[in-house]
Nanobody
Framework: QVQLVESGGGLVQAGGSLRLSCAAS????????MGWFRQAPGKGREFVAS????????YYVDSVKGRFTISRDNAKNTMYLQMNSLKPEDTAAYFC???????????????WGKGTLVTVSS
């Protein structure tokens, strides 16, 4: 099993920045691809970004390209999401995810954290 714990959420004004972190523990041996999903109030969960186990392959949903950057530090078993130029529509609970299969990380990841709330005020 893999345990995922998010941190770094909070309240920020539009145009501001936040950095989310996700600490992984348990069976974190390679490969462990990771990513972020989000769920806005009253909406379904949406894929945001993913990063391959080695960190060389990244994907982003179109709505965050150029504003969000995903990265990871495998020595610390930690993944990050740097969010810049935040918009009110980015308000959501953000979930850290992980999977052994890169093909599944954007659609049906096996491991989920409990989420951290990001609120962007206008």
């Amino acid at each position: 099993q893999v345990q995922l714990v998010e941190s770094g959420g909070g309240l920020v004004q539009a145009g501001g920045s936040l950095r989310l972190s996700c600490a992984a523990s348990g069976r974190t041996f390679s490969p462990l691809h990771m990513g972020w999903f989000r769920q806005a109030p009253g909406k379904g969960r949406e894929f945001v970004a993913s990063i391959s186990g080695g960190g060389s392959v990244t994907y982003y949903v179109d709505s965050v390209k150029g504003r969000f950057t995903i990265s990871r530090d495998n020595a610390k078993n930690t993944m990050y999401l740097q969010m810049n130029s935040l918009k009110p529509e980015d308000t959501a609970a953000y979930f850290c995810v992980a999977d052994r299969a890169l093909t599944d990380i954007r659609s049906r990841p096996n491991y989920w954290g409990k989420g951290t709330l990001v609120t962007v005020s206008s």
